[in-house]
C-alpha cells in the first residue's frame, strides 16, 4: 500500500496531494512503484477541478481517473457521501454532486448505519456488470493482528433482498413510520401466503395492491420469518416466498431469524453514511 502525501513545489515547501491537478504526477509515480492495482480516491470530488454540481465539469475531470485506469489496468474506487435531507429518494440522487458521479461508475455500493446499534447495511445501487439489486448486513467489530496492533474487521451477516432504496428506507425508517400498521400487514401478508408460496414479485404485489407500504411489507416479512427460495439462473432468476413450517400463528410475534433479513427487534432511526463508486 502506497499512501500519496504531497509533492515538494518549485519554493521547496511541500504541497498536499491535489487529484484534479496531479493526475499526471501520479502517473509517474504508478510508473516508479512498478505498476498498481487499485487506485482509492476518498472524496472523490476532490478529483474534480470545476464545479461538482456540473455533470461536463464532473465528467471532464474524472477523464484523467478513468485514463489512469486504462493505463494501468488497475480498479478505482472513490468514496463519497450522501447529501443531507434525500432520504426516501434514489440512492443515485442523493450522492453529493452531479449524477455524474454514479453515471460513470460501473458499480455504485451504499451503506448505512442504524444509529443506535452496530448493525449497518451494504447495498448495491447501480451494476453495468450484474445484478443492481441485493445487499448484506454487516458489523465491524475491534481484533487484535498481533503485535500488540488493536484494529478492526467485517463480520457479514445475512443477505437481503430488495433494491437499495428499499433497503436503505427499512433502515432510515423512524420509530413512528415502523409502529404505523393500524391494519396489521404481517397478518395480511400470512394470510396471502397461507394457501401456498408465491413469488415476491406476486406478493408484493398483492400486498400494494391493498395499500401497504414497501417498508411494512419488508417488516411483516421480518415479523413472520418468511422463508425464500430462488430458482432459475440471471434474468429467469424466480425467488419464492413462503410461510416458515410447523410454527403456524406463533411466527406473527417471533422475532425474524432469517439468514436474508435484519433482525426485526432493531427499531431505531437510522442515517445512510457512505457510498461506493
Same mark, same amino acid.
Given at each position: 500500500?502506497?499512501?500519496?502525501?504531497?509533492?515538494?513545489?518549485?519554493?521547496?515547501?511541500?504541497?498536499?496531494?491535489?487529484?484534479?491537478?496531479?493526475?499526471?504526477?501520479?502517473?509517474?509515480?504508478?510508473?516508479?512503484?512498478?505498476?498498481?492495482?487499485?487506485?482509492?480516491?476518498?472524496? $472523490?470530488?476532490?478529483?474534480?477541478?470545476?464545479?461538482?454540481?456540473?455533470?461536463?465539469?464532473?465528467?471532464?475531470?474524472?477523464?484523467?481517473?478513468?485514463?489512469?485506469?486504462?493505463?494501468?489496468?488497475?480498479?478505482?474506487?472513490?468514496?463519497?457521501?450522501?447529501?443531507?435531507?434525500?432520504?426516501?429518494?434514489?440512492?443515485?440522487?442523493?450522492? $453529493?454532486?452531479?449524477?455524474?458521479?454514479?453515471?460513470?461508475?460501473?458499480?455504485?455500493?451504499?451503506?448505512?448505519?442504524?444509529?443506535?446499534?452496530?448493525?449497518?447495511?451494504?447495498?448495491?445501487?447501480?451494476?453495468?456488470?450484474?445484478?443492481?439489486?441485493?445487499?448484506?448486513?454487516?458489523?465491524?467489530?475491534?481484533?487484535?493482528?498481533?503485535?500488540?496492533?488493536?484494529?478492526?474487521?467485517?463480520?457479514?451477516?445475512?443477505?437481503?433482498?430488495?433494491?437499495?432504496?428499499?433497503?436503505?428506507?427499512?433502515?432510515?425508517? !423512524?420509530?413512528?413510520?415502523?409502529?404505523?400498521?393500524?391494519?396489521?400487514?404481517?397478518?395480511?401478508?400470512?394470510?396471502?401466503?397461507?394457501?401456498?408460496?408465491?413469488?415476491?414479485?406476486?406478493?408484493?404485489?398483492?400486498?400494494?395492491?391493498?395499500?401497504?407500504?414497501?417498508?411494512?411489507?419488508?417488516?411483516?416479512?421480518?415479523?413472520?420469518?418468511?422463508?425464500?427460495?430462488?430458482?432459475?439462473?440471471?434474468?429467469?432468476?424466480?425467488?419464492?416466498?413462503?410461510?416458515?413450517?410447523?410454527?403456524?400463528?406463533?411466527?406473527?410475534?417471533?422475532?425474524?431469524?432469517?439468514?436474508?433479513?435484519?433482525?426485526?427487534?432493531?427499531? !431505531?432511526?437510522?442515517?445512510?453514511?457512505?457510498?461506493?463508486?
Amino acid at each position: 500500500m502506497h499512501i500519496i502525501q504531497g509533492r515538494i513545489n518549485a519554493q521547496g515547501d511541500a504541497d498536499p496531494f491535489d487529484p484534479a491537478n496531479d493526475i499526471a504526477l501520479l502517473r509517474a509515480t504508478a510508473h516508479e512503484i512498478g505498476g498498481v492495482s487499485l487506485l482509492m480516491l476518498d472524496p $472523490i470530488v476532490s478529483a474534480v477541478r470545476g464545479d461538482m454540481h456540473k455533470a461536463n465539469d464532473v465528467r471532464r475531470a474524472l477523464q484523467g481517473v478513468v485514463d489512469f485506469a486504462e493505463q494501468n489496468l488497475c480498479a478505482v474506487v472513490g468514496i463519497s457521501h450522501f447529501a443531507k435531507g434525500g432520504a426516501g429518494s434514489s440512492p443515485a440522487d442523493r450522492v $453529493i454532486g452531479s449524477q455524474a458521479f454514479s453515471a460513470l461508475a460501473r458499480t455504485v455500493l451504499v451503506a448505512a448505519k442504524q444509529e443506535d446499534s452496530d448493525q449497518r447495511v451494504l447495498a448495491r445501487a447501480k451494476s453495468n456488470i450484474g445484478t443492481d439489486e441485493g445487499g448484506v448486513s454487516y458489523t465491524i467489530e475491534p481484533c487484535d493482528i498481533g503485535g500488540g496492533i488493536e484494529a478492526t474487521r467485517v463480520l457479514w451477516g445475512g443477505v437481503i433482498e430488495g433494491s437499495a432504496r428499499e433497503i436503505l428506507g427499512d433502515v432510515e425508517a !423512524t420509530d413512528e413510520e415502523r409502529l404505523d400498521d393500524s391494519d396489521d400487514p404481517a397478518e395480511a401478508l400470512r394470510r396471502i401466503l397461507s394457501a401456498g408460496p408465491l413469488t415476491g414479485k406476486d406478493a408484493k404485489q398483492l400486498m400494494t395492491g391493498n395499500g401497504y407500504t414497501q417498508k411494512q411489507i419488508r417488516n411483516a416479512r421480518e415479523r413472520l420469518s418468511i422463508v425464500t427460495a430462488r430458482s432459475g439462473f440471471g434474468s429467469d432468476t424466480v425467488v419464492s416466498w413462503s410461510l416458515p413450517q410447523a410454527q403456524g400463528d406463533f411466527a406473527l410475534f417471533r422475532p425474524a431469524k432469517s439468514t436474508e433479513t435484519l433482525h426485526a427487534g432493531e427499531e !431505531t432511526e437510522v442515517g445512510a453514511d457512505e457510498v461506493v463508486i
